[in-house]
């Protein structure tokens, strides 16, 4: 049976702006539909691109969600893209702080009115 889509994909002007659908991101199952959904949207001929992953929605992340997170961050270095976190409760905030993640991800508390900072 295949697996109805965990992230709601926009382009605004050139940024993918990306949303969580489940609130809570814990379940390994979900957190492995996340990153095979995400790996469609983003390029694969490793063009720059910008990206914003709004967890506007969610409630709840696993550390495998935080790991597959990091490695994004690193494809993203490495095509000289960008990647914004947005809209993030304050515990999903604590949980990357704790972790000394805070300073590896750019994050934001709200999604700005423009998205020209990308």
Do not use: Y
Request: hydrophobic residues 45%.
């Amino acid at each position: 049976m295949p697996s109805s889509s965990r992230i709601d994909v926009r382009d605004d002007d050139g940024v993918t702006v990306v949303r969580f659908s489940d609130s809570q991101l814990f379940d390994a199952r979900i957190v492995d539909e996340i990153a095979g959904q995400l790996a469609t949207v983003l390029p694969a001929d490793g063009s720059p691109f910008h990206l914003v992953l709004d967890f506007g929605n969610v409630s709840l992340i696993s550390s495998s969600l935080v790991a597959k997170l990091v490695l994004l961050q690193r494809r993203i270095n490495a095509s000289g893209s960008i990647l914004r976190l947005i809209r993030m409760s304050d515990d999903i905030q604590s949980v990357l702080c704790r972790a000394h993640l805070d300073r590896f991800f750019q994050i934001d508390r709200e999604e700005p009115a423009t998205l020209a900072w990308c």
